[in-house]
């Protein structure tokens, strides 16, 4: 086998959570996969004389390897996805590097913010959970965090702009997740989103930028991540973290405990039902440590 570089940040075998294997289609939603497809997959098994298979991804792709299991099919589960909102895993490899991303593009995002002394609007990641833009927020110097587990209202935001105004800093930084909405208000959906499927997020940060300029009169601008997150190098803690999750998935597959998802729970990582990952998203607790750490800094949440 060819030696593979940790610090090479790509897919050996290509990637995908769709396809004719479309398990999710919303929060919340799946669709049973049918039986000739999960049978073809037994046959090719055989076939290629494969005595288990290892599903990496997040909750789409794991949500397809629990019908696997259930269907008899020998599978083991490793959670991948930058989002981070798989149960039962404190961390998911991936969303460190994202992390990383977002707080370099912070810290970027201040030299023009207070030399032009504008808003600075950062999107980020995440449709239901906060993780990337709470750590980053909190890592990269936020003055304002916008999170999908607490809504928004522009009052509170703009208050805390001209709070600022009024302290001598004519600049603030915000981050906002893609899923971040108004009290009351929808999720902003990129224009040319497909209707047949999970709506794709997009544009929440030019929505905000907007807004803040036609209530202060403040200059704003908005910066989409995007994919830059998705890519490059990933960090030590993460080459780390794949080493030890392919390692122990290994010994899963020894043991023949299939259905079981690799966990890192900070002391030592264990096998845990893909069932209990999937059950439900692992979100931002709007009361935990991490945000009380937040509002301890002074950071406002729009709420």
């Known amino acids: 086998m060819k030696d593979q570089r940790c610090s090479a940040g790509r897919t050996i075998l290509g990637t995908a959570n769709r396809g004719p294997f479309t398990a999710k289609v919303g929060h919340g939603e799946s669709r049973s996969l049918p039986t000739d497809l999960l049978e073809g997959v037994k046959n090719g098994m055989s076939e290629l004389g494969l005595s288990a298979l290892v599903s990496i991804g997040g909750d789409g792709s794991l949500s397809i390897a629990q019908q696997f299991h259930e269907y008899g099919i020998p599978i083991i589960g490793i959670p991948k996805t930058i989002d981070n909102?798989?149960?039962?895993?404190?961390?998911?490899?991936?969303?460190?590097?994202?992390?990383?991303?977002?707080?370099?593009?912070?810290?970027?995002?201040?030299?023009t913010a207070e030399s032009h002394a504008r808003v600075m609007v950062l999107e980020v990641m995440g449709r239901y959970a906060g993780w990337i833009s709470i750590l980053s927020g909190v890592a990269g110097g936020a003055d304002v965090i916008l999170i999908p587990e607490i809504p928004f209202n522009y009052e509170s935001i703009c208050g805390k702009i001209k709070e600022r105004e009024a302290s001598g800093k004519r600049f603030t930084i915000i981050v906002a997740?893609?899923?971040?909405?108004?009290?009351?208000?929808?999720?902003?959906?990129?224009?040319?989103?497909?209707?047949?499927?999970?709506?794709?997020?997009?544009?929440?940060?030019?929505?905000?930028?907007?807004?803040?300029?036609?209530?202060?009169?403040?200059?704003?601008?908005?910066?989409?991540?995007?994919?830059?997150?998705?890519?490059?190098?990933?960090?030590?803690?993460?080459?780390?973290?794949?080493?030890?999750?392919?390692?122990?998935?290994?010994?899963?597959?020894?043991?023949?405990?299939?259905?079981?998802?690799?966990?890192?729970?900070?002391?030592?990582?264990?096998?845990?039902?893909?069932?209990?990952?999937?059950?439900?998203?692992?979100?931002?607790?709007?009361?935990?440590?991490?945000?009380?750490?937040?509002r301890a800094l002074g950071i406002c949440f729009g709420d």
């Open 85 to 111: 909102d798989l149960e039962g895993t404190l961390w998911t490899f991936g969303f460190d590097s994202a992390v990383a991303c977002a707080t370099d593009a912070l810290d970027r995002l201040h030299t």
């Open 177 to 294: 997740a893609e899923g971040a909405r108004e009290a009351g208000g929808a999720f902003v959906t990129a224009a040319d989103a497909p209707t047949n499927r999970e709506a794709r997020l997009g544009g929440v940060g030019a929505v905000v930028a907007k807004e803040i300029e036609n209530r202060t009169g403040k200059e704003a601008r908005a910066c989409v991540l995007g994919r830059l997150q998705r890519g490059g190098g990933p960090t030590p803690f993460d080459r780390a973290l794949c080493s030890v999750f392919g390692a122990h998935a290994v010994e899963l597959v020894a043991a023949e405990a299939y259905g079981q998802m690799v966990a890192y729970l900070g002391s030592h990582v264990t096998g845990i039902p893909i069932q209990d990952a999937v059950g439900k998203l692992k979100t931002v607790p709007p009361t935990g440590s991490l945000a009380q750490t937040a």
